[in-house]
Structure formats: structure tokens, C-alpha cells
């Protein structure tokens, strides 16, 4: 394994230079980074700190940063210590630019101000948490998405990132000699506007593996049917069922990330927002 320090400036969170160091480094094997993150960097003063950290552990810098006079000192630190130096939305806003026949602004953090779209994946991390396993049920055709499945399937987490995108998301479980809220059959159908319910699965022997892993941690180390494989796989399978019965649209989880998971959700939303506006 092959460490090297990487340092990530910013004039905000640092969330973009992180997202990027690692939807590049995933491709790169046998290498494990150190990261240094240095984030709301505004002043020279705290441009010096950074320069200073980089010059005690040179390796490549990634920077998102606007202020034009902090750019070049950092640009030229980096130059001489002979290290890499990125900005890593230079090339997009340049893009942009050009299309678009106008000038970025230079305003630091401004994918954060607090605008409707803020206060609205607010309310949707709130709905998350209010409609996490099965709860509050009385109000589910306010939900956006609505994903049923067994239990650790990654209903909740994937909930969690969904609402990061602005979407309200509820999830109910499946639990094994328990029929399924009559409050899903009530809904509206997702083509007439109704909220999108996706069955969750994942495969018996996969489950099962999670599922012990978590009784682990809990110091709970009985042998039940939540781990035996064969009723684990009856479990997959019943909720298999009722999701044909429904006709909702099945993810298999087992092999997708969770960001991956959401991508899949998000583009089934997107095909009916096209299909309403044909």
C-alpha cells in the first residue's frame, strides 16, 4: 500500500474537493491517501497556515478557492516546493463561461447559501427521520419515495442520502408473519402522482452475513431466525412476492452502494417527471 499526503483547500466546507480526490483515487489500487483538509480558508493569514502544512508534508493539492490573491500565493508555494496543484473547478466554470457568454461571480460557499433549496433538503432530512422504520404512517402520501424491504437492506441510509438530494423519503420493514401497513395500499399509483414505492432486496446469503456482523456488534450472539439462511431466504422471498403483488419496482442492494441505489431511485422520479410533461 502506497501512502501520500494529499491536501484539500478550500474557501468552503471542502465537501467538492473531497468528492472529487475520491471518485479518482477509487481507480488507483494499492494507494491509501493522507488527507489533510483545510477548509473556509480565506485570509492570508490562514493561506499561510496551509502553505506551511504543505511544505511539511508535500504531496498533491487539490484547491477550490476564488480569491484570486490567494490562489496565486498558494499556486506559487506549490510551484516551488515541486508539488502538484490543482483547481479543480477552474476547467467546469471555464466551460460554462464560455457557453454561457458570461462571468462567474467569485463568492466563496455559495453552493451552501441558505435558498429554498437548502430549506428544502431540511425538511426532507427531517421527513427521513420522522418516517424511519415504519413509522408515522399516517401521512406517507406526502413522501416523495417510500422504500419498503427486510430488515438491513439499506432502507435508512439510503433515505438519509435522498433527503441530501432534497427528496423526502419514508421506508417501511418487512418483518416476517407481519402483513405490510394497509396505509401503502392506500396510496395514490406513482403514474397519478402518488409517491414512488421501491422494494429494497438483497441476497439470502449476503443478508445473512450483514445481519450476523450486526448482532456482533451488539454482543447479541443467539442463533434466530433473523440469521438462520434458510429462513432468510423464505423471508427474501416472500417480500419478492409482494412486491410483484404490486407491482413496484425491485432494487437488489447487495451489490450497489448505497449512492448507487438512490442513482437508480432518482432516474425512476426523472423518467416519470419526463413522461407527465410529454
Known amino acids: 500500500m502506497k501512502n501520500f499526503h494529499l491536501h484539500l483547500v478550500s474557501d468552503s466546507t471542502g465537501e467538492t474537493n473531497l468528492a472529487v480526490a475520491r471518485a479518482c483515487l477509487v ?8 488527507e489533510h483538509v483545510w477548509s473556509m480558508i480565506r485570509t492570508d493569514r490562514q493561506a499561510q497556515k496551509v502553505i506551511a502544512g504543505i511544505e511539511a508534508n508535500p504531496g498533491v493539492v487539490l484547491f477550490t478557492l476564488v480569491d484570486d490573491k490567494i490562489r496565486v500565493r498558494l499556486i506559487e508555494a506549490c510551484r516551488k516546493l515541486e508539488v502538484p496543484c490543482v483547481a479543480v473547478l477552474d476547467p467546469v466554470l471555464n466551460a460554462f463561461g464560455e457557453f454561457l457568454h458570461a462571468k462567474a461571480g ?11 433549496d437548502y430549506f428544502a433538503r431540511i425538511a426532507a432530512m427531517d421527513y ?7 413509522q408515522s404512517l399516517s401521512d406517507l402520501e406526502n413522501a416523495d419515495v417510500i422504500l419498503v424491504g427486510v430488515s438491513r437492506s439499506s432502507k435508512t441510509p439510503t433515505c438519509i442520502y435522498l433527503a441530501n438530494r432534497g427528496i423526502k423519503a419514508a421506508n417501511i420493514p418487512l418483518v ?4 405490510s401497513p394497509g396505509e401503502l395500499g392506500r396510496l395514490k399509483p ?12 438483497n441476497d439470502p446469503n449476503a443478508l445473512v452475513a450483514v445481519r450476523r456482523n450486526r448482532l456482533r456488534l451488539l454482543n447479541e450472539n443467539r442463533d434466530t431466525d433473523y440469521t438462520n439462511p434458510e429462513s432468510v431466504k423464505e423471508e427474501v422471498q416472500a417480500a419478492r412476492r409482494l ?3 404490486n407491482g413496484w419496482p425491485v432494487l437488489e442492494t447487495s451489490r450497489r452502494s448505497i449512492e448507487e441505489t438512490a442513482a437508480a ?3 425512476l422520479l426523472h423518467d416519470r417527471d419526463i413522461a407527465t410533461t410529454a
Not at 27 to 34: A, G, T
Not at 106 to 116: S, T
Not at 176 to 179: F, R
Open 128 to 134: 427521513a427521520m420522522t418516517h424511519d422504520d415504519g
Open 27 to 34: 481507480q488507483f489500487d494499492d494507494v491509501e491517501p493522507i
Open 243 to 245: 412486491f410483484a403483488d
Open 265 to 267: 431511485i432518482l432516474a
Open 190 to 201: 406513482f403514474a397519478e402522482g402518488g409517491p414512488l414505492v421501491v422494494g429494497l432486496t
Open 176 to 179: 416476517p408473519g407481519v402483513p
Open 106 to 116: 467569485h463568492k466563496p460557499g455559495r453552493q451552501h447559501q441558505l435558498d429554498a
